[in-house]
């Protein structure tokens, strides 16, 4: 059983929290411009716990992440990673291999000590069951967003990364993997990082929100949310969500000004 | 299966009909040419020429696919490396045949060595270049995610690396084979004692245009089963993954 | 003891050699003969440079040329058979000068030996063939098709491709060997012979001496016995009698009958017109032939030969 | 380009200590090269038998890039014509280069028209090869974009299916030139009156190393120079778009 | 001006309607499995009308798509599109040319007599003004999914097919798409059918909603909504909304006992 590995991935891991802060990040563009997309950034996400990264399109959300997840050494600033080194991330594209199956995909990203573990369980919940041998050219979108997170859940990570993994599902499967999500981060500890546009979803799911400002970006405004996550109820996750926008947008005005 | 057979006819039955109307000793037709396959292999001269040229066509097409595709996946990932290697790459790409048969008949002898080394020298640029371009190619976002999950180095080379050169392994060891065989019947004709080439020699001498085609055309035909048989169910089952034109 | 030897398949030199391995004349002198074959011309001087071969047949200029240039080859005359100038049967070509604005193919290059021969003759007769014909260079075989196809009036070509085409009706208008004897030579040249290193012959004398008497017991047998032609006769490709016939004696004919002395003399004469039209691209940096090209067996081979000769 | 150079010299440098290891006629060193390329230049033949060679050269590969890619694309495309037409490029592409040659040379002529087309003969299944793979790994996700807009055919070649091709066409045209230069050479030593192949013939019955290697070097240095100058900043201009590996 | 161009199209454009008939559409998956995707489904759309595809996550919606489009005559069955046969279509996942920058995408789809069209204003609408000249490599998700918005709008089309546009973008940018969308419909006659996970989007854009089940899909409750649309309330919306969800459970439900 897949749960099981999330258990034993729970003892090996340790505590070191995620810290993260970039002075600066750009990018060459082919025309020879400089592109500077992250400045003044620090992220600290303690052991266990669950951040939300959410920030206008472009601002820099993927490069941070990339950047965390050790991608991308091309930046100045510094990086330390919580967990054993066992990185679960969803792309905000699938990336899976097309020539390999369904099942292959989340096999060949598991570590070799676990490779031949039953993941029976967490292809039912994705509603994957009956695509196993599908090619991801035979998928939908929405079947190929799944195979990618039942990839990244599947390694037992105790670091996750997580870019905008819900859109493109139906409300019901999108609640669903949400839960699983859940469970998951309780289960085991795991440090996870979420990138959203979905306010509700984050103020639903995390313990602590970063706000990220235009290009190039850094944090306006960073909150953390009362426990439990996961527990809170819809009215409270309304009344959080206006009181953010609210903030966020005096935040934005002052950057702005500045 | 039935078009290719279709098609294999349709070839025969031209060649046969311009024969035909030739009349020429310098174009036999089918018939003259299938007779003449025909008495060559029951002397076994035929199957015993056609080995000795197969077993260096498989040994140099062996060694210079697998050290090109090493150089030229190197060379397509590093710009460092193929900017100092691409000069070296150059020089071998263009140099004669004839230059590099002779040096290597030359300082190494006379022999088997020489022969097989000299063709998959000459061989080697050629599947260097085709597999820079496939090195160049690879999709740096299959990268990050093959990086990100830590794919062990072999896994990495099997899952991501080979099935994106595949197109490249594929056009390269096609027409490869076909050039290192034409390299082969050169490298006998020059200096080995037996083999395609020496009996193409020899045949051209005497203008023996029915011994040069049947030999030529037994190894056209071994080419044509390999890929009926081998080659192209291979690449069926490589390609199964390719989403079908709607 | 052992003798590496390599010989193009379809020479004439497989049929001597053949010879001597069905008279057992190898093991007579006490050789053992290793054969290599090959389909091409050039493979002998290739096995010979590569050390893999310690004799073979090789052309006269090239070792002549290869002294000059500072590599020890020796050089002992095997055949004299040399090409034609040939022209179809009906042809109103009749001598030299009749070529001329006309087309002329030449097998092997412009620095093929027969093709410098016949233009050192035509310059004494006054014409300058590369000025007053059209030439066309290729491949012996090309060149002979392109004759029978009639792209070429007339055509320079090797001696075995000139005798199939005598027996289809076509004519010689010159010889090579005559050209030679236009330039002066008693006798046609050998222009092809056995090549071996000045080391070798020096650490193995005897061995070459006595490889030498057994070619010439052999081009005795040769030159004496017809069904030894008839024994041969599945090796030489020829498509009927007439060429078969043409072939032999062609090959009798170039047999080389004279000492060592005497072509050594009609070579200093030939390679010095050579040098005149060639130039140093053919006979490299030296003008005079080299004086320790030809090889000298011992006295006791050497007489062999001389007595043969007076007892013809 | 400063370390193309450096490569260069080095390569040079370990020719020149080999030769002057070896001392020996059959490895001329560079200085002796050198000279003898200077002396064929200032006497005017090594021009005039570089030109004629690279004349057949370019219009074989000219007509051999062209009917090849047309070709392999729409054998790419087609299911169908590909298993009509594959038979025929497996014969093609494995007929002995010198039955082409002699073929063209015995039916044509002993004429230029008969060596430029042996040459892209010889040549063209392999850039069918190449061109084929190409075809046959074309985006079906972008060619349904350019069906919804209607792209219009030209349009459609020129920004969708030709950056699609680049990496194929770059792998057979810089192997395919080389390929061009060695057959040209082989037909200019069977048949043609001039050309560096006619020059290598005679050198090579010499067995005149010098010549053989300045004629040889002579068309390396052109390659080096048009790969340097040419196609080098071509192909990146070509490539600016890929992402750079982070 | 590029909105000038959209009110050509309007006379343009004839009155006929959408009508897509499936008998059956199935795909043949590379193990040889029968895929059967839709089956006996019917939509009919009045022309200059806008519909929305609602459903759950792999059940077919992408096909309807690429079969209205055009891209699909593998199924049985009838089509008939609507307007002169300018189409604008979103693809689910962005469909940039790799090799030509984001101006170029653009006007790469444009049709021959508006090629020198002026696109200015409407890419600052989309935000994209500052990045004309970056390739596609160099974009964030959300910016190539703008451009392939930009894209469809461009054409001028008076049919327009959309796969779930909005989705990774922030909320600001998707609002200000949305009304982009609503003013471009109601100027010219354009017939828009539109693919969305988000009900909210659909209550307040559509004319109709259709409601798919699951794979093989066909409609199982379709919904013409009262008119204004785009002018709805919030909470006509959130109100429509949720009687919509209640219909479809029970409409699922149904169709689950059949
Ligand atoms: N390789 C690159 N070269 C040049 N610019 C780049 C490159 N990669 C990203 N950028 C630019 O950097 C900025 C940030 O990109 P990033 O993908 O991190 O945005 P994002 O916050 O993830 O956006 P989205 O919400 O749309 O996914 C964008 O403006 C993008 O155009
Ligand atoms: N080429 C194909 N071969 C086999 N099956 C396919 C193929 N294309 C699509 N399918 C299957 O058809 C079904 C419908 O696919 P489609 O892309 O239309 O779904 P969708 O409704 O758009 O889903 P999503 O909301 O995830 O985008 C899926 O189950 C998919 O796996
Ligand atoms: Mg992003
Ligand atoms: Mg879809």
């Excluded at chain 1, 399109?57 to 993927?62: A, D, I, L, M, R």
């Excluded at chain 2, 190619?137 to 050169?165: C, H």
């Excluded at chain 2, 020899?202 to 044509?224: H, N, Q, R, T």
């Amino acid at each position: 059983m897949w749960c099981n590995r999330l258990n034993d991935a729970q003892t090996a891991g340790d505590a070191a929290p995620l810290e993260l802060r970039i002075a600066a990040k750009s990018f060459l563009s082919a025309d020879g411009a400089r592109v500077d997309v992250v400045r003044d950034l620090q992220l600290r996400l303690e052991a266990g716990s669950f951040g939300a990264l959410i920030g206008p399109s472009g601002c820099g959300k993927t490069t941070i992440l990339k950047i965390a997840a050790g991608l991308d050494p091309d930046f100045r600033g510094q990086l330390r990673t919580p967990g054993s080194g066992r990185l679960g991330i969803v792309f905000q594209e699938p990336r899976l291999l097309p020539w390999r199956t369904v099942e292959d995909n989340v096999r060949l990203a598991l570590p070799a000590d676990h490779a031949n573990v039953e993941l029976g369980d967490l292809f039912e919940i994705l509603g994957l069951g009956s695509h196993l041998t599908r090619y991801p050219a035979e998928l939908s979108l929405g079947l190929a967003r799944r195979t990618a997170i039942a990839r990244a859940f599947a390694v037992g990570p105790d670091f996750l990364l997580l870019d905008e993994p819900f859109v493109s599902l139906d409300e019901a499967i999108a609640n669903r993997l949400r839960e699983e999500l859940l469970a998951l981060t309780a289960r085991a500890k795991v440090t996870t990082l979420l990138v959203t546009h979905d306010l509700t979803e984050a103020v639903e799911m995390a313990d602590r929100l970063f706000f990220l400002s235009d290009r190039p970006t850094h944090i306006i405004l960073e909150k953390a949310l009362p426990p439990p996550r996961g527990g809170r109820s819809s009215d409270v996750v309304a009344s959080i969500s206006d009181e953010m926008r609210a903030l966020v947008a005096q935040a934005a005005i002052a950057h702005a000004k500045r | 299966m039935l078009q290719r057979t279709y098609s294999l006819i349709a070839l025969i039955a031209i060649w046969a009909v311009v024969a035909a109307l030739l009349q020429s000793r310098l174009l036999p037709g089918p018939l003259t040419i299938g007779a003449a396959i025909l008495t060559d292999t029951r002397t076994g001269e035929l199957p015993f020429q056609m080995a000795c040229t197969l077993g260096r066509v498989a040994a140099s097409f062996v060694i210079a696919m697998i050290l090109g595709t090493i150089a030229g996946y190197a060379m397509g990932r590093s710009k460092t490396f193929d900017r100092y290697a691409d000069p070296w790459l150059v020089v071998l790409l263009n140099m004669p045949a004839l230059v590099i048969i002779l040096f290597a008949y030359i300082w190494i002898g006379l022999d088997e060595t020489a022969a097989i080394l000299a063709v998959a020298v000459n061989k080697l640029p050629n599947v260097v270049v085709v597999m820079r371009e496939g090195a160049r190619a690879l999709d740096p976002e299959l990268d990050e995610m093959a990086k990100a999950y830590q794919f062990a180095r072999f896994s990495r080379i099997r899952n991501l690396v080979l099935p994106q050169l595949a197109p490249y392994l594929a056009a390269s060891s096609r027409s490869g084979l076909s050039i290192v065989w034409k390299i082969v019947l050169v490298v006998e004709l020059i200096g080995r004692p037996n083999g395609v080439g020496f009996v193409l020699g020899s045949a051209f001498s005497l203008f023996d245009m029915a011994k040069i085609l049947s030999y030529a055309i037994c190894f056209i035909v071994l080419m044509l089963v390999i890929e009926s048989l081998v080659v192209q169910p291979l690449e069926r089952r490589a390609n199964r993954w390719r989403r079908r034109p709607a | 003891e052992a003798l590496r030897i390599s010989a193009q398949s379809t020479g004439t030199f497989a049929w001597q050699l053949d010879v001597i391995r069905r008279h057992g004349l190898a093991e007579e002198a006490g050789l053992d003969l290793k054969i290599s074959e090959s389909a091409s011309p050039d493979a002998g001087k290739l096995a010979l440079n590569s050390g893999s071969v310690d004799l073979a047949v090789v052309d006269w200029l090239w070792v002549a040329r290869a002294r000059a240039l500072g590599a020890k080859w020796l050089f002992y005359p095997y055949s004299s058979a040399a090409g034609a100038v040939m022209v179809k049967g009906d042809s109103p070509v009749r001598e030299i000068k009749d070529l001329k604005d006309r087309v002329l193919g030449i097998a092997g290059g412009p620095l093929d030996k027969s093709w410098l021969i016949v233009q050192a003759a035509a310059i004494r007769q006054g014409i300058d063939l590369k000025r007053a014909a059209k030439l066309e260079y290729g491949a012996p075989p090309l060149i002979s098709q392109k004759l029978q196809q009639g792209e070429t009036e007339a055509s320079l070509n090797f001696w075995n491709f000139c005798a199939s085409l005598e027996t289809r009706g076509y004519r010689r208008i010159l010889d090579v060997r005559d050209a030679e004897a236009a330039l002066g030579l008693h006798q046609p040249l050998a222009l092809i012979g056995y090549v071996f290193s000045e080391q070798f012959a020096a650490n193995h004398k005897s061995t070459i001496d006595r490889f030498i008497a057994a070619a010439q017991k052999a081009n005795d047998i040769m030159l004496r016995s017809d069904t030894e032609w008839e024994a041969l006769r599945p090796l030489m490709n020829a498509e009927d009698d007439r060429t078969f016939k043409a072939y032999r004696d062609r090959t009798r004919e170039g047999i080389p009958q004279r000492p060592v002395a005497a072509e050594e003399e009609d070579a200093r004469t030939l390679f010095r017109a050579l040098a005149n039209i060639g130039g140093a691209p053919l006979v490299g940096p030296s003008q005079e032939l080299d004086q320790a090209l030809y090889y000298k067996p011992t006295p006791a081979a050497e007489t062999e030969h001389c007595c043969r000769e007076l007892i013809r």
